[in-house]
């Protein structure tokens, strides 16, 4: 069985969850301070910006461990298919 597309090798995952925290961090820090400046009202929507960076980062790392966990379970049950399959077959050739 070959592994799945889905499944990625752990320091490419581990890159993507970086991702999925920085670059939110960064750009809505960012828009943050730059509205902060036009607005003279600093440091008030660089925090905002800082915590809805956090929320969807949360709401992203959140998504993208659901989706690997259920491609993780649906290799574990085609696999335990397949072991059940092979069980039966050689329990009919005894």
Known sequence: MQKSDNNPQ?????????????????????LG?????????SPLFFLMGILFA???STVLVYKKT????????DESR???QE??????VKKGDA
């Open 78 to 80: 085609i696999k335990n």
């Open 54 to 56: 956090i929320t969807c």
């Open 83 to 88: 072991l059940r399959i092979e069980q039966n």
């Open 66 to 73: 659901m989706a690997l966990l259920k491609v993780t379970e």
């Open 33 to 41: 301070r730059f509205v902060d400046s036009a607005l003279g009202s």
């Open 10 to 30: 752990p320091f490419g995952l581990a890159l993507q969850m970086g991702y999925l925290i920085a670059i939110p961090l960064v750009v809505f820090a960012l």
